[in-house]
């Protein structure tokens, strides 16, 4: 996704408009194939529903269903409310999918029969410069799914200790020179651009790394949206959205969010793993979309 432009070019370049329907969604066949394996009615919930490319797909393939698409980027629900105005059959809501019980309640909806969360960013946010997601483009340093609520990156980095940032380059991206990057921050703070930081992080390990920039980066992203805590409540709350029998698909980008789901699936007295237990992209989907080379999905069938 990242190797072939340095930071470098992307001060040159200017950037690309942004394609509202450019994200391809991961492993749609097999997704899709999961869903109708057992499914001809009720309602499917896609909690991280995004730009709609798994949900138009799902609601073509299952057409007896209803449909709700959450997400918690505003940006990302206006592209849905659009994509989907002229089917009656899909309800689109801005939030979190932690909120999804809430949301349910409130449009009087009864429990799921198919849930899918796909997890992370979508390449229109990853493309978007002032979203401030990508070290290829200049930008505010946000990171923000939901821009109305929250610090932004360059809040967090500007009030935190060395010790926490280093922890979250750690932890979250799991790269090893944590250390040596969060002392570089520190004393080149305040940071307050995408390009600011790539070039602080650049500096630190003396050599472009496409790999520690992306790793750096995506920590962030985890550490400001607070993505594992919501997949945590998201876990815990599984039941109270999901029938019994219904059908959950996740796909995961990241090792310790596979690692829950797993846990889950394999370990939760409720659920119990469907076959195969996870799914990775083909060769030829990734060299199509080299965006779905970290991929995991994993399906699981509430018991
Ligand atoms: C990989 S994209 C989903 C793409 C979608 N499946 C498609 O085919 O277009 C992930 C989406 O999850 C959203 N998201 C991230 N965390 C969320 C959360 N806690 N609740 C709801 N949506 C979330 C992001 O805003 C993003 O739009």
Redesign the pocket.
């Known amino acids: 996704m990242y190797s072939e432009k340095s930071v470098e070019d992307s001060l040159k370049s200017p950037c690309k408009e942004v394609d509202m329907l450019s ?1 391809v ?2 492993m ?1 066949d097999e997704v899709v194939d999961f869903f109708i394996g057992g499914l001809n009615e009720g309602l499917l919930v ?10 138009e797909l799902l609601s073509r393939a299952l057409p007896g269903m209803s449909f709700l698409a ?4 505003p940006a ?1 629900v206006s592209i849905l409310r659009s994509r989907f105005s002229d089917k009656p059959d899909v309800t689109v809501r801005q ?4 909120e999804i019980p809430e949301i349910m309640n409130e449009l009087g909806l009864r429990k799921a029969s198919a849930a ?1 969360f ?5 390449s ?2 990853l493309d978007d410069p002032l979203r401030g997601f990508s070290y290829r483009y200049e930008g505010p340093l946000d990171m923000r ?1 939901d821009d109305s609520t929250g610090s932004t990156a360059a809040e967090l980095l500007n009030r935190m200790s060395e010790k926490e940032i280093a922890d979250i380059i750690y932890n979250y991206g799991e790269e090893g020179r944590s250390r040596r990057i969060a002392k570089a921050i520190v004393q080149n703070r305040p940071v307050s651009t995408t390009l600011e930081l790539a070039e602080i992080i650049d500096g630190s390990i003396r050599r472009n790394s496409f790999k520690t920039l992306s790793r750096v980066f995506q920590a962030l992203r985890i550490a400001v ?1 607070g ?1 594992l805590d ?1 997949l945590d409540r ?1 876990i815990d709350d599984l039941d109270s959205l999901t029938s019994v029998g219904a059908r959950i698909a996740f ?1 995961t980008f990241h090792s310790i969010e596979d690692r829950k789901i797993k846990l889950l699936f394999r370990d939760t007295p409720r659920y119990r793993q469907h076959s195969p237990k996870w799914v990775v992209p083909g060769e030829d989907e990734i060299g199509k979309n080299s965006r779905a080379r970290s991929a995991r999905l994993r399906m699981g069938i509430r018991i």
Do not use: C, K, M
């Open positions: 994200h969604p991961v749609a896609d909690g991280t529903a995004g730009a709609g490319g798994h949900l959450v997400d918690r980027d990302a939030g979190s999918y932690t899918l796909d997890l992370g960013l979508s229109i946010q799914f949206n993505e919501q998201l796909i």
